[in-house]
């Protein structure tokens, strides 16, 4: 499936996968984040990191109504604050869209899967 943006000089098409790669890769530069997670292994109840080519499993990209709707499953830091963490994750999404893409989002859903202690 894809996301279609119409203009003046014609349609653009763009998939959800790459909307979601995109989202995913914006989401990862937010302090706090340890990395993305499968938004499936909630029943498992374990959290693996997904790496760099795999960040589309984290992210579901919905469109409904012509508003497109961005879920996004992540793993934070053990000490910070995850609403912070969650409202920077939210507001890097939508701005990173946006000038990218030129695509409005209209909500952004930050699902956090676990919290990763460091490891020395």
């Known amino acids: 499936m894809s996301i ?9 098409e ?3 996968d790459a909307i979601a790669q995109i989202a995913g890769g914006a989401a990862i530069e937010c302090y706090g984040i340890v990395g993305m997670s499968s938004k499936h292994q909630v029943k498992d109840g374990l959290a693996d990191i997904l790496r760099k080519e795999n ?3 984290g992210v579901l990209v919905r ?5 497109v709707h961005i879920d996004m499953y992540i793993i934070v830091s053990y000490g910070t604050k995850i609403s912070e963490i969650a409202y920077q994750v939210q507001s890097k999404v939508k ?9 409005a989002v209209e909500s952004v859903n930050v699902y956090v899967q676990g919290v990763r202690v460091a490891t020395m």
């Open 4 to 12: 279609e943006i119409k203009n003046d000089f014609g349609q653009i």
């Open 14 to 16: 763009i998939s959800q």
């Open 55 to 57: 960040f589309a499993k």
């Open 63 to 67: 469109e409904v109504d012509g508003k």
């Open 95 to 103: 701005y990173t869209l946006g000038k990218s893409l030129g695509m």
